[in-house]
């Protein structure tokens, strides 16, 4: 049965899968966004004249296309393509602070003990009064045992007493991504999946835009905030023309049986 062209309600999300530009290779695909927006301008000037200076001749040019993609889940991997960077998996030194209580080590000596091992020597250890959750004086740290700190006879602090450590540990299992002064956001091929409303049939009509060449804007912002909605990840994408069948194409817009 021949699909025909009909008059088209949207109300649904736009599904993406995103890939490299110059390999086509897939980098990720979200669908779970909350809403996304295809954006169309141009610019618009006439030639003016006679009787109470009139539009004569109108004149169209600078088109542009931008996606705008919201969403309230995020991956590493698109702050990775906001980056301009890899994620790099591995070990890597975590910071760590614990409020503890002093203990005797069983011959009257002070000691703490932390949840975690931590890097480098006594030198990387810092310890501190803890009276009223205010950082008060700073204790000296004799040895470090695995996660054992034993604090030196200069010690000022009482056995029982509260203190708060600082030191950096190894998390042997992580993802790091850098956010570098050079980087930058790749091109890339967009491509979304959606539905329209048939009005006259009832049918849902597949639906399915591929833009040819995309780069995110490097601007974004995540809140972290304990109360109201979940913090929003805003993308956007500047879409650039590519020759398609030797025409300069921004994207195409497919109607298509599912």
Known sequence: MALNLGRYGSREIMDLQIFNFATKAPLLSMDYATSAQTENTAA???????????????????????????????????LAMLAGEDIVSGSHEIYKRE??????DGTGKKQIKLSKTPVGTN??????????????KGQDVETVTTNTLKLAASASVAIGAEVEVYYR????????????AKGF?????????????????????SAQLQYFKAKLQPNFTITNSPTGDP??????????PVKVNGVDTLYDM?????
């Open 254 to 258: 497919i109607v298509h049986e599912d």
């Open 231 to 240: 913090s929003s990840l805003t993308l956007v994408f500047d879409v650039f």
């Open 44 to 78: 618009t000037v006439y030639a003016r004249g006679g009787a109470g200076n009139a539009r004569r001749i109108a004149w169209h040019g600078d088109k542009e296309t931008k996606v705008t993609i919201e969403t309230k889940i995020f991956t590493m991997q698109q």
């Open 169 to 180: 540990q190894l998390a042997t299992d992580a993802h790091k991504l850098s956010f570098t």
């Open 123 to 136: 030198k990387d250890v810092a310890v501190f009064e803890y009276v009223n959750g205010v950082l008060g």
């Open 185 to 205: 956001p790749p091109y890339v091929l967009l491509v979304g999946d959606t539905v329209y409303a048939d009005e006259v049939s009832g049918e849902m009509v």
């Open 99 to 104: 409020v503890l209580k002093v203990e005797d």
